[in-house]
């Protein structure tokens, strides 16, 4: 396969699930609680401090505003005015945007794949396909939260960012193949987890504009709360003369010109910092503050506030593979939004578009065009003008039949294997080191198998029939999607031969991560971090494992929902008083 086939894959598998035909102006919201952290004053003082706009944050931001004073500080910007956020068809910009004022933050896994970060008010919310599906009952009694608030809060999201996406025909054939081949039953439209086959919800409205969960900020008393952009925190402050233990009053911060900032929690056990700020940033975050491994700490020349052994520990990454499969006809363009919930621990979802990748015709190539790169194995420095011309120009000899097609993917439950993070520097700007361990538990690389042999089935099934190259086996397919740089692993050939190496090499992330301060072992059911006070985690790295095909739709849920918790402990605290 040449070098465009390859850039073409590559491409086409993010472009696929990143982008969408937009139309309209999208109507801004006017938050004047928000302003940038250069304008912060040198000492504040607040009720609560949340670390992290992010998909958690800020549904929690905007449920404690309602009674007490409330500061978020967001490391990132706004998405608003930001077409490559809210209009999709111009995405590939923000993906391959590898500057510092990026919403997204590029890191590779020690595993060798590549993966990003947010770093804009509304967190992955603003980054992700948009697929929009609760988490099942089961894993709400297992983590102990009381259902009928859950329900209630995921209602609360539900009235700002979810709708029903319009299913066009190649979703369709998507989802009749997924019956035509026994993930039964088919239970239409739902944001429920039900086992068989479902149409999900989105986040994106029916003019293709995002809704994110900055978008629950319109929910927030103004007058309560204050939100810093570009606001990177550096350390929790923590008093612990004459306390048995110690106690997190205060978190400094520093803006974007690097002038630092402290804001102070008000007087009163009540008050708490919370951390929101993701499965890699919240770690990292406790551990700059020396709460982590203290022969790690020590290695970095961290204080040891508390030795805990558990930070950083069991962090997983839902591993996902795709076959990409060439369209005869033209297909319209979707993300995410039919998934087969089956019986043996995989997801399967599917993605499609041409418009996306502008064809030949429009003498850019939209999503696929060298221009943005797009292509992740190629560092910022090698992307030459002279390179650029050139893969333009090999894209440019492309049929414009190449541009058509689409994605049908595998995510695995859990997932079972996990692994480890650990801090590189002491500077809250980089990415601390990740490893996954994809398929080191046997039973996900048999999930893995299980999930491609179900889209193998439905590639051949009546129902998508329409949509398939008649003479290109399945063989041909996998090869074909193997052959691009989707990850930094080695390659074998021929991997049609083996569908366990199939999964080793072609693993992707779908941003899935979570983990690092799992409640039990870091916090505990309430999210207090163990061993010091007034201070709690609340976001996903306290999971272990993922809610759901897509656990935003859970993320934002648990921020509203420990909102409406913790505002309803400090109330009966005080009627107790």
Same mark, same amino acid.
């Given at each position: 396969?040449?070098?465009?086939?390859?850039?073409?894959?590559?491409?086409?598998?993010?472009?696929?699930?990143?982008?969408?035909?937009?139309?309209?102006?999208?109507? @801004?919201?006017?938050?004047?609680?928000?302003?940038?952290?250069?304008?912060?004053?040198?000492?504040? /003082? !607040?009720?609560?401090?949340?670390?992290?706009?992010?998909?958690?944050?800020?549904?929690?931001?905007?449920?404690?505003?309602?009674?007490?004073? @409330?500061?978020?500080?967001?490391?990132?910007?706004?998405?608003?005015?930001?077409?490559?956020? *809210?209009?999709?068809?111009?995405?590939?910009?923000?993906?391959?945007?590898?500057?510092?004022?990026?919403?997204?933050?590029?890191?590779?896994?020690?595993?060798?794949?590549?993966?990003?970060?947010?770093?804009?008010?509304?967190?992955?919310?603003?980054?992700?396909?948009?697929?929009? %599906?609760?988490?099942?009952?089961?894993?709400?009694?297992?983590?102990?939260?009381?259902?009928?608030?859950?329900?209630?809060?995921?209602?609360?999201?539900?009235?700002?960012?979810?709708?029903?996406?319009?299913?066009?025909?190649?979703?369709?054939?998507?989802?009749?193949?997924?019956?035509?081949?026994?993930?039964?039953?088919?239970?239409?439209?739902?944001?429920?987890?039900? !086992?068989?086959?479902?149409?999900?919800?989105?986040?994106?409205?029916?003019?293709?504009?995002?809704?994110?969960?900055?978008?629950?900020?319109?929910?927030?008393?103004?007058?309560?709360?204050?939100?810093?952009?570009?606001?990177?925190?550096?350390?929790?402050?923590?008093?612990?003369?004459?306390?048995?233990?110690?106690?997190?009053?205060?978190? @400094?911060?520093?803006?974007?010109?690097?002038?630092? /900032?402290?804001?102070?929690?008000?007087?009163?056990?009540?008050?708490?910092?919370?951390?929101?700020?993701?499965?890699?940033? %919240?770690?990292?975050?406790?551990?700059?503050?020396?709460?982590?491994?203290?022969?790690?700490?020590?290695? $970095?020349?961290?204080?040891?506030?508390?030795?805990?052994?558990?930070?950083?520990?069991?962090?997983?990454?839902?591993?996902?593979?795709?076959?990409? @499969?060439?369209?005869?006809?033209?297909?319209?363009?979707?993300?995410?939004?039919?998934?087969?919930?089956?019986?043996?621990?995989?997801?399967?979802?599917?993605?499609?578009?041409?418009?996306?990748?502008?064809?030949?015709?429009?003498?850019?190539?939209?999503?696929?065009?060298?221009?943005?790169?797009?292509?992740?194995?190629?560092?910022?420095?090698?992307?030459?003008?002279?390179?650029?011309?050139?893969?333009?120009?090999?894209?440019?000899?492309?049929?414009?039949?190449?541009?058509?097609?689409?994605?049908?993917?595998?995510?695995?439950?859990?997932?079972?294997?996990?692994?480890?993070?650990?801090?590189?520097?002491?500077?809250?700007?980089?990415?601390?080191?990740?490893?996954?361990?994809?398929?080191?538990?046997?039973?996900?690389?048999?999930?893995?198998?299980?999930?491609?042999?179900?889209?193998?089935?439905?590639?051949?099934?009546?129902?998508?029939?329409?949509?398939?190259?008649?003479?290109? %086996?399945?063989?041909?397919?996998?090869?074909?999607?193997? %052959?691009?740089?989707?990850?930094?692993?080695?390659?074998?050939?021929?991997?049609?031969?083996?569908?366990?190496?199939?999964?080793?090499?072609?693993?992707?992330?779908?941003?899935?991560? $979570?983990?690092?301060?799992?409640?039990?072992?870091?916090?505990?059911?309430?999210?207090?971090?163990?061993?010091?006070?007034?201070?709690?985690?609340?976001?996903?790295?306290?999971?272990?494992?993922?809610?759901?095909?897509?656990?935003?739709?859970?993320?934002?849920?648990?921020?509203? !929902?420990?909102?409406?918790?913790?505002?309803?402990?400090?109330?009966?605290?005080? *009627?107790?008083?």
């Amino acid at each position: 396969m040449g070098f465009a086939w390859r850039n073409f894959f590559s491409a086409a598998l993010a472009g696929i699930l990143l982008c969408h035909v937009c139309s309209s102006a999208q109507k @801004v919201p006017k938050f004047d609680f928000m302003r940038n952290a250069a304008e912060a004053p040198a000492v504040s /003082h !607040y009720d609560y401090i949340i670390v992290g706009g992010g998909t958690a944050g800020c549904p929690l931001a905007a449920t404690l505003s309602e009674n007490h004073n @409330v500061l978020m500080l967001e490391r990132g910007g706004s998405p608003y005015g930001n077409s490559n956020i *809210t209009n999709l068809s111009a995405f590939g910009a923000a993906l391959a945007d590898l500057s510092e004022s990026s919403p997204s933050q590029r890191f590779v896994s020690e595993d060798g794949v590549i993966n990003s970060r947010a770093r804009v008010l509304g967190g992955g919310s603003c980054l992700n396909a948009g697929f929009y %599906s609760r988490a099942s009952l089961d894993y709400v009694r297992e983590a102990g939260w009381d259902a009928k608030l859950v329900n209630e809060s995921y209602e609360w999201v539900e009235r700002v960012v979810a709708f029903e996406p319009r299913m066009g025909k190649w979703q369709s054939a998507v989802r009749g193949g997924l019956v035509d081949v026994g993930v039964v039953p088919d239970n239409g439209f739902t944001y429920d987890h039900l !086992y068989g086959t479902k149409v999900g919800g989105t986040i994106f409205d029916r003019h293709g504009h995002r809704h994110t969960a900055a978008d629950l900020l319109t929910y927030a008393n103004p007058p309560n709360l204050t939100l810093f952009l570009y606001a990177t925190a550096h350390t929790i402050l923590f008093q612990t003369k004459g306390r048995k233990r110690p106690r997190a009053h205060g978190v @400094v911060f520093e803006d974007s010109k690097g002038i630092k /900032h402290r804001a102070y929690l008000r007087n009163g056990p009540e008050s708490e910092v919370i951390i929101s700020a993701g499965c890699l940033g %919240s770690p990292q975050l406790l551990m700059l503050s020396g709460l982590g491994p203290a022969q790690h700490l020590k290695a $970095h020349n961290i204080t040891v506030l508390l030795d805990q052994p558990m930070v950083g520990q069991r962090v997983s990454d839902n591993p996902m593979n795709a076959v990409f @499969v060439p369209s005869p006809v033209p297909v319209e363009v979707s993300l995410i939004e039919v998934v087969g919930i089956t019986h043996n621990g995989t997801y399967i979802e599917a993605a499609s578009g041409e418009s996306f990748a502008g064809g030949p015709s429009s003498r850019d190539f939209g999503m696929f065009s060298p221009k943005i790169g797009q292509l992740s194995t190629v560092p910022p420095k090698q992307r030459t003008p002279e390179a650029i011309a050139e893969a333009w120009e090999l894209m440019n000899k492309l049929d414009e039949a190449a541009f058509r097609g689409g994605f049908i993917l595998e995510k695995i439950m859990g997932p079972l294997s996990w692994g480890h993070l650990e801090l590189r520097t002491r500077d809250p700007h980089d990415n601390p080191s990740v490893t996954f361990n994809y398929f080191k538990d046997p039973t996900d690389l048999q999930r893995c198998v299980a999930g491609i042999n179900i889209i193998r089935r439905i590639i051949e099934s009546k129902s998508f029939a329409k949509f398939r190259y008649q003479n290109v %086996s399945m063989a041909t397919l996998l090869n074909m999607t193997a %052959s691009a740089p989707i990850n930094l692993l080695p390659k074998h050939d021929n991997l049609s031969r083996s569908t366990e190496q199939y999964c080793r090499d072609t693993v992707m992330t779908i941003w899935h991560y $979570h983990g690092g301060c799992q409640t039990g072992s870091v916090v505990d059911s309430d999210y207090r971090v163990l061993g010091v006070d007034s201070l709690r985690v609340v976001d996903g790295s306290t999971f272990h494992d993922s809610p759901g095909t897509n656990p935003q739709a859970t993320v934002m849920m648990l921020g509203r !929902y420990m909102g409406v918790r913790i505002s309803r402990e400090r109330i009966e605290r005080s *009627t107790e008083k």
